[in-house]
């Protein structure tokens, strides 16, 4: 299930109570849309999660591919 909302239908205000809907099935979000959900919640619904992110160390050591949402998630 998504949420697709236009700026002027108050999208900053929708979206974060979709998600806490969202969060009480244990859903995930999609990696291209936006989205408030946090690295705690992410290691919580995704058991190899820390993997993922050692790998991500190993192929992009110098965070060419990295912007401020990857940071937020992924972390340094």
């Given at each position: 299930m998504?949420?697709?909302?236009?700026?002027h239908e108050k999208w900053h205000e929708i979206l974060p109570e979709f998600e806490e809907f969202a969060k009480k099935y244990k859903g995930r979000p999609h990696w291209g849309k936006e989205s408030t959900i946090d690295r705690d919640y992410l290691k919580q619904q995704y058991p190899k999660?820390?993997?993922?992110?050692?790998?991500?160390?190993?192929?992009?050591?110098?965070?060419?591919?990295?912007?401020?949402?990857?940071?937020?998630?992924?972390?340094a």
């Amino acid at each position: 299930m998504g949420l697709y909302a236009y700026e002027h239908e108050k999208w900053h205000e929708i979206l974060p109570e979709f998600e806490e809907f969202a969060k009480k099935y244990k859903g995930r979000p999609h990696w291209g849309k936006e989205s408030t959900i946090d690295r705690d919640y992410l290691k919580q619904q995704y058991p190899k999660f820390d993997d993922f992110v050692a790998l991500k160390r190993e192929f992009d050591p110098d965070k060419k591919f990295e912007n401020r949402f990857i940071q937020k998630i992924f972390g340094a």
